[in-house]
C-alpha cells in the first residue's frame, strides 16, 4: 500500500490524495507536535483491527474487524472533536458510547464534559435519566463539571452531599435545561437552612424559571422551620413535599399552613417515594458513575478529604474545631426508618377531596367547641372524668367521632 495511490470521490468529482498526513508513517505522527486533532492513519494496519483466534488444530489465526467497528474506533479515539450526534440512530450511539466507556475516556477529566455533552444533546435521558448521588459527596465534589452536563435528569438524589446554604450545584438544579424534566429532588441531609431554600429558589421565585416540572421535593433533616414554606409556593406542580426530621413539629397550624401556601395536606401513611427504593442511577452512563467511583481506589477520598481539612485549619490554629469537625457524624440518615411521630409526609389530595381537606381544620375547631359547651351542659351531673387532651391534628381521633355520634 506504501506504493499505491488513493484516490478520492468528494462532491462529485474524483481526485488523488498527494502527500498528506494520511500517508505520514505511524512512527512519525507520534514524534509531530500536538495538534487540535489527533492524526491517525486509518489506513495502516493495526492491531486494534485484527481478532485472534485458535482454530482446531490449536493454531493461531486472525481475522480482520469488520470495518463498522474499525470506523468505531476511530472516532472513538477523536471523539472529543465530533461536533454532533444528532441525528445518528440510538443504536449506533449506544455502540460508540460503549466503545468510549470501554476506552475509559470519561475517566479524562478534561475530555469527559465535552463528550457527555455531546451525547447528552443527541439522546437526552436515554444517556442518564436517573442520578443518585446519596451519602457520596466526594464524587459530587470531584466529578461537578460532569454532572452539570446531564440536562435530562428526571430524578436526582442529593441526600447527605454536604450542600450548605451556597453550593454551586444550585445553579444547575434551578437551570432552564433541567425544568422541563425534573421531577423528584432529594437534597435532605444537607445542612439547608432557611436562608439557603431561599437562595436555592430564588431564581424560581424571582425570575420565574427552573424547576417547573418538579412534582415530589425532599428537604428532610435539614434544620428549616416553617418559615421556609413560603419559599416553595413557587412550584406551580408541587405534589409531594417530606420535611421529617426538620424545626417544624406536626400541628393544625402547620397543616393548615401547608394547605394555604403550597395545596398539601399531612399524610398519616408514609408516602413510598420518599423511602429511596425507586431511586437509583439509570442511563448508559451507569457504569460511567461508578468508574468515577472506583477510579480512586487507591487512596481513599475521604482520607484525602479530611486531610486537606487538617491541613488548612492547622493554619489557623483551630484544633478544637478540627477535631469538632471530623468526629462529627455525617449528615446522612440513618438505615433505619423515620419514627412515626417524627415523619411529616405532605401530599396534594385528590381533587374530589379537597373540599374535605380545606374543611379539615374547622370540623376540629367545631368538634371542640361541642366538646366544651356539652361539659358546661353536663355539669356535675357527669360522673366521667373530663376528656383528655389530645395531639392537634387535622383529622378526627375516635373520641371525636363518638362525641359527634351523640348530636
Not at 406542580?237 to 421529617?244: F, N, Q, Y
Request: hydrophobic fraction near 35%; charged fraction near 25%.
Amino acid at each position: 500500500m506504501d506504493a499505491s495511490s488513493v484516490y478520492v470521490r468528494e462532491r462529485g468529482h474524483l481526485r488523488r490524495v498527494s502527500d498528506n498526513m494520511l500517508w505520514r508513517p505511524v512512527m512519525a505522527s507520534s514524534t509531530s507536535p500536538s495538534s487540535s486533532c489527533r492524526r491517525t492513519n486509518p489506513l495502516v494496519l493495526r492491531k486494534e483491527h485484527f481478532v485472534s483466534t485458535y482454530n482446531a488444530e490449536g493454531s493461531l489465526r486472525y481475522s480482520s474487524k469488520s470495518l463498522f467497528d474499525i470506523t468505531l474506533l476511530f472516532v472513538v479515539c477523536n471523539v472529543q472533536h465530533v461536533d454532533s450526534l444528532v441525528g445518528f440512530p440510538e443504536q449506533i450511539g449506544d455502540r460508540l458510547f460503549a466503545a468510549a466507556k470501554e476506552n475509559r475516556v470519561f475517566l479524562n477529566q478534561e475530555v469527559s464534559p465535552k463528550v457527555l455533552q455531546l451525547f447528552g444533546d443527541a439522546y437526552g435521558d436515554t444517556v442518564l435519566g436517573s442520578l443518585c448521588l446519596r451519602n457520596r459527596f466526594p464524587l459530587l465534589s470531584e466529578r461537578m463539571a460532569d454532572i452539570k452536563t446531564f440536562h435530562s435528569l428526571k430524578r436526582l438524589d442529593l441526600f447527605g452531599c454536604r450542600l450548605g446554604d451556597d453550593h454551586e450545584i444550585f445553579q444547575h438544579l434551578t437551570s432552564a435545561s433541567l425544568a422541563r424534566c425534573l421531577s423528584q429532588l432529594f437534597i435532605g441531609g444537607n445542612g439547608l437552612s432557611d436562608d439557603g431554600l431561599r437562595r436555592l429558589m430564588a431564581p424560581v421565585r424571582i425570575m420565574k424559571k427552573g424547576l417547573d416540572c418538579l412534582q415530589c421535593l425532599d428537604v428532610s433533616h435539614n434544620p428549616i422551620s416553617e418559615r421556609a414554606l413560603r419559599y416553595l409556593k413557587c412550584l406551580p406542580k408541587l405534589e409531594k413535599l417530606d420535611a421529617s426530621g426538620t424545626s417544624m413539629k406536626f400541628s393544625a397550624r402547620l397543616n393548615s399552613c401547608t394547605w394555604e401556601l403550597l395545596g398539601l395536606t399531612y399524610s398519616e401513611k408514609a408516602l413510598d417515594v420518599f423511602d429511596h427504593s425507586e431511586c437509583k442511577t439509570q442511563g448508559w452512563a451507569e457504569q460511567v458513575v461508578n468508574q468515577w467511583e472506583t477510579s480512586g481506589a487507591q487512596m481513599s477520598k475521604q482520607k484525602r478529604l479530611n486531610e486537606s481539612r487538617i491541613s488548612a485549619l492547622r493554619f489557623f490554629g483551630r484544633q478544637k474545631f478540627v477535631q469538632e469537625v471530623l468526629n462529627s457524624a455525617p449528615l446522612c440518615r440513618d438505615e433505619v426508618a423515620t419514627p412515626e411521630k417524627h415523619r411529616l409526609h405532605f401530599y396534594k389530595p385528590p381533587a374530589g377531596s379537597i373540599a374535605d381537606g380545606a374543611s379539615s381544620d374547622r370540623t376540629c375547631q367545631i368538634a371542640t367547641g361541642k366538646r366544651k359547651r356539652m361539659s358546661e351542659k353536663c355539669g356535675d351531673g357527669l360522673t366521667a372524668s373530663p376528656p383528655t387532651k389530645r395531639a392537634s391534628s387535622s383529622v378526627l381521633t375516635p373520641d371525636d367521632m363518638d362525641l359527634l355520634d351523640l348530636y
